[in-house]
C-alpha cells in the first residue's frame, strides 16, 4: 500500500534544522539509502515555505498568499512510500527527523491522477 508521508515543521524545528544540518541530514540520507535499496520509496519533495491558496466563492476565484511564517506549522515537504502496511510507515515516519522537531502525517494513497 502505498503512504503519503507528509513533513511538518515550525519556526522551533527550522531553527534546531538548521543548527545541526550535518546531522539531520545525515539522518535523512541513511533512512533514503534504506528505502531506495528495500524499494519502498517512491518519491518526494521538499516544499517552499511560501504558497497560494485558491477558493471559488460564488464562480469567483478568491486568491490567499500564505501560508505565513507565523502559522504554527507548514508543510515542509513529503515522501511516498510503497509498504506492506501502516505500521510499517509509522515506524519510517517515526525515524525521519522532524518527527521528533515537530510533526509527520500519514496518509494513505487510495488513488493516482493519471
Given at each position: 500500500?502505498?503512504?503519503?508521508?507528509?513533513?511538518?515543521?515550525?519556526?522551533?524545528?527550522?531553527?534546531?534544522?538548521?543548527?545541526?544540518?550535518?546531522?539531520?541530514?545525515?539522518?535523512?540520507?541513511?533512512?533514503?539509502?534504506?528505502?531506495?535499496?528495500?524499494?519502498?520509496?517512491?518519491g518526494?519533495?521538499?516544499?517552499?515555505?511560501?504558497?497560494?491558496?485558491?477558493?471559488?466563492?460564488?464562480?469567483?476565484?478568491?486568491?490567499?498568499?500564505g501560508?505565513?511564517?507565523?502559522?504554527?506549522?507548514?508543510?515542509?515537504?513529503?515522501?511516498?512510500?510503497?509498504?506492506?502496511?501502516?505500521?510499517?510507515a509509522?515506524?519510517?515516519?517515526?525515524?525521519?527527523?522532524?518527527?521528533?522537531?515537530?510533526?509527520?502525517?500519514?496518509?494513505?494513497?487510495?488513488?493516482?491522477?493519471?
Open positions: 500500500m502505498k503512504y503519503m508521508l507528509l513533513i511538518y515543521n515550525n519556526a522551533e524545528s527550522r531553527k534546531a534544522i538548521e543548527a545541526d544540518m550535518d546531522t539531520v541530514m545525515a539522518k535523512v540520507d541513511e533512512i533514503m539509502s534504506e528505502l531506495q535499496a528495500s524499494g519502498e520509496f517512491v518526494g519533495m521538499a516544499l517552499a515555505e511560501t504558497s497560494r491558496t485558491v477558493q471559488v466563492r460564488d464562480g469567483v476565484p478568491v486568491v490567499t498568499d501560508p505565513f511564517v507565523e502559522a504554527k506549522e507548514l508543510m515542509a515537504g513529503y515522501i511516498t512510500v510503497d509498504v506492506e502496511s501502516l505500521e510499517r509509522t515506524e519510517i515516519a517515526a525515524r525521519w527527523p522532524d518527527a521528533a522537531l515537530c510533526a509527520m502525517e500519514i496518509r494513505p494513497v487510495i488513488g493516482e491522477v493519471e
